[in-house]
């Protein structure tokens, strides 16, 4: 959150150190002033004294608003000491309030005390004492003016930079909790749709054929212990201490190309009709296009299984000098996709740089899912 205009710039603990400072300074030129006035002038001089000191604690320990108010009284104190004489050391008073106007009241209040203070010494040096000594106060004044203007100008800086600091920190975050979301969805979302094919299948066969239901069901068991390794990897990433196999310096496996016709095979040992055609060297891709290729075929084939069982789904995978293009087509009747799935594709597809639609195929009436990816990606992956 950016300071106040009528605010000292930075932190409290710094606005609190930055006055028990600068009263510091100014009470001990006000005692000076004291010391070399008092002999002379005992009345003036205390009278002086109690304004400059009076108006100066609430100025600079309170941050009050009315910062020009207080500033004029302890201006006035400091010119009761100071008896138009510009060889009076009380003078630096000023060059100390200066500072502090620009500080915690801000630009504007900086440069009508600044103003006000030229016109002071003008005055002292036209009706009081014509001594060229008044420029160097004058110029002291505004010296000091200009440095607190840099300083309140750096201080905004860094609020400003710390508020850019944890706005990128939600952002990191939220992109952190969506991509994990996406992750999770897809994992579960698949093992799942499998593990209920082949639930399926052995609640079908358990009269007829034992064994095979058996099988149905120990494959639909050791997807489900997959899929909780695998959800336990990704909630692995939501940890603040590092895992184990970070410490380690292993990374959980990231399936890509390779893993395609694993995937194939997981369904149609579930019972699925899915094909696959691959052409064109794939290995000549980068591992982040073989990651999101996958992904994006998983969800696809985990949608036609889930809204169209028992249609035959042909997927073809074709890389080339441009990248590489992807199909999922499903013989069954089209629906109305508008899952998180699908927006779950296009965004893996958008973080490299690619496109990728669903719907209706043109030419029948299955389901299309079509993705287009660059040979080399210019965004950030999503794993």
Known sequence: MLAKPDMFPGPASQARLAGRLGLTAFVALVAVGIATRLGRDPLQTAVGAGLAVAAAVPLFLCRPRLVLVLAAVATAGVVLLGNADSHSIAWFALVVLAGWCVLSGGVAVGIAYWFGTVLLFGAEWLWALRDPGWAPWTAGVTVSVLAALLIRHEFV??????????????????????????????????????????????????????????????????????????????????????????????????????????????????????????????????????????????????????????????????????????????????????GMGLANMAERARALGGTCTAGADPSGSGWLVHASLPARPDRSPLR
């Open 157 to 338: 800086l860094v609020e400003r930079l710390r508020a850019a600091q944890v706005g990128l920190a939600e952002r990191t975050r939220a992109e952190e909790r969506t991509r994990i979301a996406r992750e999770l969805h897809d994992v579960i979302a698949h093992s799942l749709t499998v593990a209920l094919l082949h639930v399926t299948s052995a609640r079908l066969a358990v009269e007829h054929d034992p064994a095979d239901a058996a099988r149905a069901l120990a494959e639909a068991e050791r997807l489900g212990r997959q899929s909780l390794t695998e959800v336990r990897v990704t909630m692995g990433l939501l940890r603040e201490t590092p895992s184990e196999d970070a410490a380690t310096g292993v990374a959980p496996p990231v399936p890509g190309f390779d893993d395609l016709p694993a995937l194939i095979d997981q369904l149609r040992r579930a019972g699925a009709d899915v094909s696959l055609t691959v052409r064109g060297d794939l290995k000549a891709l980068p591992e982040t296009a073989g990651t999101t290729v996958y992904r994006i075929v998983q969800e696809a084939l985990t949608n036609a299984t889930r809204h169209a069982l028992g249609s035959p789904v042909a997927v073809r995978v074709a890389a080339a000098d441009g990248g590489v293009e992807v199909y999922v087509d499903s013989a069954g009747p089209p629906g109305n996709g508008s």
